[in-house]
């Protein structure tokens, strides 16, 4: 769904160092949502926005911060990276109302070295 | 605190065969139900959906049914085939104030040709 970008698609870091994931939607959604997947863990919900205003935590926030810059753009950051932060991580989207589907970008794989 | 339960974490079917993934979750206060695709290397992409006012959905070879007293529900695929292969994810949510989904940790579908 090209709706829902994400960047940057492939990172590798190094403990200790500050990084940005961005993730950017056009389908005018104003709830964003970021997860991250592990092997043998399914997606877990990290943060979620309602709207630029409305940010939560979800059940593994610990070492991570987001922020909704505009209705568009929701941005994930690792103040200082841990190698037990190398996972995959994903954006999703939804409507305020009527409709629970969530539409997911396409990842953002980030090492930890 | 909330929680799904996805089974078997790993399933192995012969083409035209069909395949049964089965999820439990915990909050009887659930009421929409989604399960989603991810082919390797991509986004998980919504396959079906069901409300907690139903009890069957069906999507020409998919199926899911729901059965609340028991608060479990189960993915269908009938005369599977090779592009069938990939993870299926279950999710609960409850329609209404933060649209959170919680996911199952997802089954591995393998389609033998």
Redesign the interface.
Known sequence: ?ADVTQTPRNRITKTGKRIMLECSQTKGHD?MYWYRQDP??????IY?SFDVKDI?K??ISDGYSVSRQAQAKFSLSLESAIPNQTALY?CAT?LAVGT????????TRLTVL | ?ENVE?HP?TLSVQEGDSAVIKCTYSDSASN?F?W?KQELG?????II?IRSNVGEKKDQRIAVTLNKTAKHFSLHITETQPEDSAVY?CAA?K?SG????I????TRLKVLA
Do not use: V, W
């Open positions: 769904d709830r043998g863990l399914g997606l877990r919900l979620y939560n979800g059940e994903f939804g629970d589907t969530q539409y997911f970008g396409p990842g | 605190g996805q974490s929409y989604p989603y991509k986004r998980p992409q919504l959906d994810f949510s329609a933060t649209y959170k989904y996911f199952g940790t997802g």
